[in-house]
Structure formats: C-alpha cells, structure tokens
C-alpha cells in the first residue's frame, strides 16, 4: 500500500484529472458503442463492436485477441459469437485486474422517445439500448484503465478489458466458453471486476440462483368443430397454470431471505413464465389469411424461476415435478415433458475479497459516503467466472440505475460514468500495489 496519506491523494487527485480531461472522450465513446445494435437474440453486429474496441484499445498499446466461441448455443455462420480480450503488461511482475463487460443488448421493445440506437445526449444523460446495462460501463472501465496508464506507465503486472456475448442469454458463448478456454484461471487473472448497473456507491458480491425449464403438454389434434374428437393441449396448459396460481406463487411469494438482493422484491423467491407457445405457428410476417380450425396436440412454456441461498437447486426442480405430478393425478389423460434448460446455483463473493475492499476504498475516497454491499435478483457473468474459471475475487461495479436496465429510455448519467471510472481507476492502483 503507499506510504503515505498525502501520497495518496496525490494519486487520487492524478486520477481525477486524467479522466476528468477525458470526459469528452468517455461520451463519445459511450455513444459509438451505443450505435452498433448488438441485439440478443440473435446476437447481431458483435464482430463489428469487437473490431471496434480492438482497434481502439490496440492503438493504445494493448494486445488484442478475437476469440469465437465456436459450438456454443446461439453461435453460427449468421451469428457467430465473438468476443474481444485486450491486454496491456506493465513493466515489472505483478496481478492481473480484468474488466469483463458484456457487449449484447437485449430487445428494445414499445415506449421509446429516444432513439434506441441513436445515442442521444439529453441533460446530462447518454439514452440508448445498453446505456445502462451495459455499454456505459465498458465505456467507463475502458477510460478508467486508459487514465491510469496515462498517469502510471511504469505500473507493475497487467490490466485487462474484455467485451463478451451472450450474457443476456446465459453467457454460454461469451465468458463461460473463455472460462473453459483457461482465460479466467486464478493462475492468469487475480481480480475481475464487472462493470454491470448495480449504482456507482454499491458493491455487488453475487447474485440469486436460477433455473430455467421448459414444459411440453400433449394432446390430440382434430377439426376445431368436432373438439370432443382431440385432447387440447393448451386447456392441459391451462391446468398448470392454474395450480401454479393457486399453491407455486403464493408458497414463492412467502420465502424470505437475509441475502442483501436489491431491489427489496427480490428478497424472496420468484417464478417468471418467459413464454407461452400453444397450437400452429405464428404465421409469417405479412400473411393475411386466417388459422385453420384445429384442436392444438402440444403447447410449451419456458419458466424463469430465481431462487435464494437458502433453498436447493434439486429441490427448485422437484417443486416443479411434484406440481405437475399433483395435475396429472387430477386431470384425464395429462401428460407433459419436463426439460431442464439450465441451472446455476447463488453465487456470493465474501466481503473480505481483496477486489471487495479496494472498490470499497475507492467509493468512501470519490464519493465520500459508506458503500453499499447488495446482491443482484439476476445472475450474470460472475457466475461463469467463479464456478467454471475457478477464480472468487470477483464483484459487479458499475455505473447506472439497476431498474433502468431492459426499459424503454434507458439512459446512463455522465457524472456517474466519471465518478465510477475514478473508483475503478483507484481500485486498480490498489490492487496492483497491495501486495508492495
């Protein structure tokens, strides 16, 4: 750690200035992210925003790898997946602090005024698909790291940026797939912060578990005249609904954790139905006719259900058989397929985490309050980090409002993308001097 108290903020007051002068910078870069649509699904334009940020970052003496994750979910010739790892050594042996931020944005929906992909500046705030969650803070962590080797050139060990795919779907093709390729190992990467939209006074060390599944019931097809001749796979449906109405909600609604999970209803456990396919095809965009009169012999639905450190991902699933079982012993001639999509169970970082404390220094040093340690309702990246690349030194720090992300009008404030890109910039020098 440095010697002195003076030294310390004269580091501090280094790090200000150099991103402070950057501050033009860190808008227009915001923006140009802001302006490459990467929509997932399908995954568009993530070559395109992965070149870019090679291109800028190896100009700035980084070296730069373009990795595809090549057979994972999603990835093909249309839409491949690619990733992006740029890396600077510094001058002399010490950790590696890595910056993951993912670079796909989810689906813009109804209700904009801004345009999604426009980048609009508006008092003080960037709007756009991704502003909050999460190009605002790739932008921000990008800055942060460019001022400290501005102010610092002879710093010892590395510092690495990468933009990945995927997260809004899982991560599966973006970290996860680097995960297995080594390039979280604990033995190349020591501290790994991500910049996603937890608000720029709190530390976020984890998040709730999840498991995703899909329910298939089954029917019998016939003339939609003659109903008493099929099975309606969609009234089976609507049978599982209806106990998940009745007995799922109600018992999820009423567990309750002492896990710190911002916002305050996430503090119990919840079930989202992600979607609901039942009968023939939607049919193709411009067709004008009308459906054919059809009893539906299957229906689908994808649920979403979250859940706490408390309970068990075994038991997550079985709360789910054991309902659809009670239906079927109820209900004539029901029957259903259970598939599970994926599982990953809470993920919590200890407060004591070296990565933890220096954030922490870094908030009470820019923003002169006590931060805040809270646990994300979603999960994200960390996950992939700490079950497949082994490595627990790793928070989510960011800038941006949490409730703003995947809403209409999403913006990030200027102000709070420069005051988190000093924390991480002081984060840095912590962490790269701890152990001197």
């Known amino acids: 750690m440095h010697a002195t108290r003076e030294a310390a903020d004269g580091r501090l007051a280094l790090l200000k ?12 870069l915001t923006r140009d992210l802001l302006r490459i649509p990467t929509l997932n ?7 395109d925003i992965c070149e870019f940020l090679g291109r800028r970052l190896g100009a700035r003496g980084f070296e730069i790898k373009l990795l595809r994750a090549e057979g994972t979910p999603g990835d093909s010739e249309r839409y491949p997946r690619w990733n992006v790892i740029a890396r600077k050594e510094g001058r002399g042996p010490g950790p590696c602090i890595h910056f993951n931020s993912h670079i796909d944005v989810v689906e813009t929906g109804a209700g904009w005024t801004f345009d999604p992909f426009g980048g609009e500046v508006s008092d003080g705030k960037i709007y756009g698909r991704g502003a909050c969650d999460m190009k605002g803070g790739l ?11 501005a102010a610092f050139p002879d710093f010892p060990g590395a510092i690495e940026i990468s933009g990945t795919a995927d997260e809004e779907t899982g991560g599966f093709g973006g970290v996860a797939w680097l995960a297995e390729q080594g390039y979280f190992s604990p033995e190349r990467v020591q501290h790994v912060i991500i910049p996603e939209p937890l608000n720029k006074d709190r530390i976020c060390l984890g998040h709730r578990g999840v498991w995703w599944g899909e329910i298939t019931t089954h029917g019998h097809i016939a003339h939609g005249s003659m109903p008493f001749l099929g099975d309606c796979a969609v009234r089976h449906m609507g049978a599982v609904l209806g106990e998940m109405e009745k007995s799922l909600f109600p018992t999820l609604a009423a567990r309750r954790t002492d896990m710190p999970i911002v916002p305050e209803g996430a503090r119990q456990s919840t079930m989202n139905i992600n979607s609901f396919h039942g009968g023939q095809a939607e049919p193709e965009e411009g067709f004008t006719g009308f ?7 299957s229906a689908r639905m994808i649920i979403d259900r979250r859940y706490l450190v408390e309970e068990k991902g075994d038991e997550v699933r079985a709360e789910i058989v054991d309902l659809l079982e009670k239906v079927r012993s109820e209900r004539d001639n029901f029957r259903y397929d259970l598939k599970e999509l994926w599982h990953t169970p809470p993920t919590v970082t200890s407060k ?7 954030v922490e220094r870094g908030i009470r040093q820019v923003l002169a309050c006590e931060p805040v340690h809270v646990l994300s309702p979603g999960t994200y990246d960390q996950k992939h980090i700490d079950r497949i690349g082994r490595l627990k030194d790793c928070i989510a720090y960011g800038p941006g409002i949490l409730d703003l992300a995947h809403q209409p009008d999403e913006y990030v404030g200027i102000d ?4 988190s890109a000093v924390v991480m910039a002081l984060a840095i020098d912590d962490l790269l001097h701890r152990a001197q």
């Open 291 to 297: 459906p054919s009169a059809c009893v539906p012999d």
């Open 41 to 47: 699904p399908p995954g568009e334009n993530y070559r």
């Open 17 to 28: 200035k150099e991103i402070e002068e950057r501050r033009d910078d860190l808008v227009e």
């Open 416 to 419: 709070d993308m420069v005051d």
């Open 352 to 358: 004591d985490a070296p990565v933890v404390s220096a």
């Open 139 to 149: 932008a921000a962590s990008i800055i942060a790291a460019e001022a400290y080797i």
